[in-house]
């Protein structure tokens, strides 16, 4: 029978402790949010970050994926090899990309609470089949079908009662609504 010897990994005060598997995938999380933040910068901004070519090409070729779980798996993809690199120069050269006065770094605007707003309560109407509502938005836009708006208003009626929570009818109806509003 043998004992464990007391220089084992975790019994000397000198050697740090190894990393739990809960930080290791909390850490691995945060660097695949890095990679998603910075696929939402244009290619031109991602060239000024001198990152490593296969994340580069990986970055932008993310902007082109619009299937979701093609977009998912490709953003599991970019935080592999965002954990294959160290992330402190490319936080450093994003820090100085958002802190340079030329404007190469722009975040998204916030959108206006009151506009966002007004669009919900619009969408609210047309949901509730207020037929005011949608004339006033048939006669912004002309070129609108009136049978195409009203079976929109059904299907998202319809995904809103099945609590769908990614409802295509219902993204489409807030975008009507959204270029609604630019008119």
Known sequence: MTFPSDNTPGNTP??????????KKKMAENLQKLGEDLSLLSVSQLELLALDPDLFKALVQAKSITANVAARRHR???????RQMDPEPILAALEQLKAAPT???????????QTDK???ALLDRLLAWDDD????ILSAAPDMDRQQL??????????ISRQEKNSKFLKALKKIIIQFNKL
């Open 76 to 82: 599991q993809y970019i935080g592999t090899l965002m």
């Open 133 to 136: 509502t949608m004339e006033t």
């Open 150 to 159: 009203r079976q929109l208003i059904r299907n998202a009626n319809k995904d």
């Open 14 to 23: 000198d050697e740090p402790l190894p990393l739990s598997k809960t930080k």
């Open 118 to 120: 007004a669009s919900q």
């Open 103 to 113: 404007g190469l770094y722009r975040p998204k605007p916030e959108i206006d609470p």
